[in-house]
């Protein structure tokens, strides 16, 4: 007689299993190395002077060059994915992401999330689960926080919605609440030679429009490398075997891989944006796969002073990622539909020096 035993392996969260309320710790804690850094940049070429030098961050007033705000984001994100999204169809958006401390090489970064919401799609084959995750350091520090919305597929159809809640965000973080992660900068010490750009925060407008120029192909290899490097299992971005039986016949890049690259060419026009304080929302409109070039522009959206600081001010921007549509004359919106080209449209804040 064969007695069957619970699996040991995990299949991850349905729709179905996820409850109002419901706190999830994540596993692996992650020690962030200079060769996470180092494998990061090879990805996605940044160039900001105070996350690659640590000579030119020292001397606007960090202890060393930080980890990229980013990179930071993606590896919190990646801890929650097993047990939030490993069984998504797509990761749909973002809102109130805050920074909000420094982290550092050496740093050990882990997450814990909490269901905010469930809404049950009118196919009743998935639903949204809306999240808020929290990232700490090793100290127990919070070093930021974010809601994030995600589909989910359900185990079985004809299974009853587990709730429903759509919960109400803000539709941007308050200048009040910006530049927690970033020390007092010396401005007279900010060489913007070094930094690669003449431009600082008072050089810019609300309403002024800029075409990053370049573009970036995406290659089947590297999306995946990226989302291995912070530990993101989801299965829409490595099975070939389950996706090419799915709609799309072929795996689908993980959004924040978009996100980093549309940061590392807006450095062309942006190169003192040296902190990304916060993400006042954020909506993957299309997919994206390999062998598509990413091309991106932005619009500011708002400036600010930050209260108590005159070393840096805020810009609000809309940065707008497209596939294989150069962005020379902003493509956007067709009425009220995305232009077919357009696959991000990312609301958030960076600091300048003043």
């Known amino acids: 007689?064969?007695?069957?035993?619970?699996?040991?392996?995990?299949?991850?969260?349905?729709?179905?299993?996820?409850?109002?309320?419901?706190?999830?710790?994540?596993?692996?804690?992650?020690?962030?190395?200079?060769?996470?850094?180092?494998?990061?940049?090879?990805?996605?070429?940044?160039?900001?002077?105070?996350?690659?030098?640590?000579?030119?961050?020292?001397?606007?007033?960090?202890?060393?060059?930080?980890?990229?705000?980013?990179?930071?984001?993606?590896?919190?994100?990646?801890?929650?994915?097993?047990?939030?999204?490993?069984?998504?169809?797509?990761?749909?958006?973002?809102?109130?992401?805050?920074?909000?401390?420094?982290?550092?090489?050496?740093?050990?970064?882990?997450?814990?999330?909490?269901v905010i919401g469930l809404k049950e799609n009118s196919n009743r084959k998935t639903g949204i689960v809306y999240v808020r995750s929290r990232g700490f350091n090793q100290h127990g520090a919070p070093v930021i926080d974010y809601a994030r919305w995600v589909m989910v597929r359900k185990r079985d159809e004809a299974a009853p919605a587990p709730g429903e809640k759509v919960p109400q965000l803000p539709k941007a973080v308050e200048p009040a609440a910006l530049g927690a992660a970033c020390p007092a900068i010396d401005v007279s010490a900010y060489d913007t030679v070094l930094a690669g750009s003449p431009h600082r925060f008072g050089d810019y407008k609300a309403g002024e429009k800029i075409d990053h120029a370049d573009g970036m192909t995406v290659e089947e290899a590297e999306h995946q490398i990226a989302t291995r490097l912070y530990q993101n299992t989801a299965k829409v971005h490595f099975n070939l075997f389950a996706q090419s039986k799915d709609r799309f016949g072929k795996r689908l890049i993980y959004g924040g891989h978009v996100i980093s690259l549309a940061r590392a060419l807006s450095f062309n026009g942006l190169g003192n944006a040296f902190h990304v304080a916060a993400i006042n929302g954020g909506r993957h409109v299309a997919p994206l796969f390999a062998g598509l070039t990413v091309f991106a522009w932005s619009e500011v959206l708002a400036t600010a002073e930050l209260p108590g600081r005159t070393d840096v001010g805020a810009l609000r921007l809309r940065t707008i990622a497209t596939k294989d549509r150069p962005c020379a004359d902003f493509p956007f919106k067709q009425g009220e539909d995305y232009d077919p080209a357009v696959i991000l449209d990312l609301d958030y804040w960076v600091l300048m020096p003043r």
Do not use: W
């Open 1 to 114: 007689m064969t007695r069957s035993t619970p699996s040991k392996t995990n299949a991850g969260h349905f729709f179905e299993d996820f409850r109002l309320g419901q706190k999830i710790r994540h596993a692996t804690p992650r020690t962030v190395t200079l060769g996470d850094v180092a494998l990061y940049n090879g990805l996605f070429g940044a160039r900001f002077a105070a996350q690659s030098s640590d000579e030119f961050a020292r001397a606007i007033g960090y202890p060393r060059s930080p980890i990229d705000d980013l990179l930071v984001f993606h590896i919190v994100f990646g801890k929650t994915v097993p047990d939030i999204s490993l069984n998504a169809v797509a990761n749909l958006g973002y809102a109130d992401c805050r920074f909000l401390a420094p982290v550092y090489p050496g740093d050990t970064l882990r997450a814990e999330s909490e």
